[in-house]
């Protein structure tokens, strides 16, 4: 398969914003205590700090779900996108989640992006006989009507609202020996996301002129539908927007969807402007697009090296902030003890730039083995 040099472009920009946001999690001063999406309580750089990040998680499944289309041509690909999809699992109850909590008792597992990647591959594998138009516009339903759930009056403690809940929305469940899962990617609106991306990888195939009218168009379809439907306040999101102390933030309001689980105003402002950036950076040559390709070339090896540096960089600051391991706090703590620790928003930005650029040429020298060795199976589960 010849990859899309635009895919590889975009999916590096959101995985290096990405580390934005798990950087600010585990190092931001304030990040224990505040919501950075609360706008009685945020400020402007902190909310956007979060905001942007937002576009992180469905540009990447859905990117994934074009890239499992466009490997669909090859013999037995949906077997190994089963054997994928079961990897990704397991990598995300054990490396990923060892690198998000740092925790060797594994008190806490996260059902998050990896592991929602992972049970959609193995869907697309047993569904590898439905036609990409048929499974693309199941994945559009699924992302404009699966906030209806939420809706359906379950009696309290029914066989149906429990084994559902966990697939619709975010959801917590306790484990033995006081262990928990928490379902904080719940598969049904993240699958949506992949089948519709699925389903698009047919514009791939197309001339690069053509798909880059055709992303044009659906961008601005997408974030005018996006506009027109939040400016409405129709119940299509769980948190609408009012009018706010000043018009910063009245634009922060509107701005301000849900992503937990993603809502259809969430899917068409993110996928919005993910089409807009496959149009810009289509046949892009700029070495700006070069650097994201970089990235973007090796998404697995750099998410779980961002996780295990990132960790070990705020270790570091801890310790010369004075902090001891007997002050660590492991579990949903990510090891930050419980007195005030971390850098201001400042610190955060200039960590992340030296992280990102860290892992540069640590991904570069991988894609060129990847490239060298591509002979290998087993670096396609990377």
Known sequence: MKRISSIDTVRGIVMVIMALDHIRDLIHLPSQTLDPTNLETTTAPIFLTRWITHFCAPIFVFLAGSSAYLSSKKPDNHLFLIKRGLWLVLLEFTVITFGVWWDIHFNVFLFQVIAAIGLSFVFLGLLHRVSASVLGVVGVAIMTFHGAFALIPFAENSVLRTLLTPIFSVTAFPLPASKTLIMGYPLIPWLGIMLAGYGAGTYFEKPSEQRKVIFLKLGGAALGAFVLLRFTNVLLDPQQWSVQKNSLFTFLSFINVTKYPPSLLYDL?????MFLLLYYFENSKSTISQVFDTYGKVPMFYYLFHWYIVHSVMFLILFAQGFGVKDFEFGFGFGRPKAANGLPLWGVYLVWIGI?????????????????NSHNTWLRYI
């Open 269 to 273: 402002m993110t996928l919005g402007i």
């Open 356 to 372: 990102v650029g860290m892992l540069y040429p640590l991904c570069k020298w991988f894609g060129q083995y990847k490239k060298a």
